[in-house]
């Protein structure tokens, strides 16, 4: 079975804070991506990695940036945690056969 | 226009109901078609996944893509307390490396 985990599954910062989300998946898949989730919005794409030191923006980077130096590591980093980046953050990694995505247990960060 | 339009419902149906959850979607070019299930504070998992028209049973679950009336269906048989959660759909097209594009997610819960 494929694993996905994430560092911290509850979390509280402060304005202005610098944020590292982490997540490792065991599959040896290349691809892998950070959303986040919100009442009412669904899932959104905040960046994605086809492979190591390889990133791209999804629907809505602003505010964050991301780092992927190992295969199977990928940080999703909040430069300046602001209140309206208090969220759900779900990472997922890749399959080859459907381009099925085995997500991650969820960090639920609050920016106080 | 989104390209995946899901009912959020929310769905409340009596223990042993048949439930049926429904997506459609805009881009014909969508071929492998995805089911999962997040029960609250967790990350979505993987239910079913099909490829192109037709039906896929696993147990009490069936899934079913209609690409001329770009329809999907989620059915559950003897419908369970255990299966309330939210149910979203996912889709991409086959080739390469793709985002999945999620419908939005419908809540579901089973009365006893």
């Known amino acids: 079975d494929v694993k996905v985990t994430q560092s911290s599954r509850y979390l509280v910062k402060r304005t202005g804070e610098k944020v590292f989300l982490e997540c490792v998946q065991d599959m040896d898949h290349e691809n892998m991506f950070w959303y986040r989730q919100d009442p009412g919005l669904g899932l959104r794409l905040i960046y994605f990695?086809?492979?190591?030191?390889?990133?791209e923006k999804g629907d809505i980077p602003e505010g964050y940036s991301v780092s992927r130096e190992k295969k199977e590591r990928f940080s999703l980093i909040l430069e300046s945690a602001s209140t309206n980046q208090t969220s759900m953050y779900l990472c997922?990694?890749?399959?080859?056969?459907?381009?099925?995505?085995?997500f991650g247990p969820g960090t639920r960060l609050t920016v106080l | 226009q989104k390209e995946v339009e899901q009912d959020p419902g929310p769905l409340s149906v009596p223990e042993g109901a048949i439930v049926s959850l429904n997506c459609t979607y805009s881009?014909?070019?969508?071929?492998?078609f995805m089911w999962y299930r997040q029960y609250s504070r967790k990350g979505p998992e993987l239910l079913m996944y099909?490829?192109?028209?037709g039906n896929k049973e696993d147990g009490r679950f069936t899934a079913q893509v209609d690409k001329s009336s770009k329809y999907i269906s989620l059915f559950i048989r003897d419908s369970q307390p255990s299966d309330s959660a939210t149910y979203l759909c996912a889709m991409t097209p086959p080739r390469g490396a793709q985002k999945l594009v999620f419908g939005q997610g419908t809540r579901l819960t089973i009365n006893p």
């Open positions: 881009n014909s070019a969508f071929q492998y």
């Open positions: 099909t490829y192109s028209s």
């Open positions: 997922a990694s890749q399959g080859r056969r459907y381009n099925e995505q085995f």
């Open positions: 990695s086809y492979d190591v030191k390889m990133k």
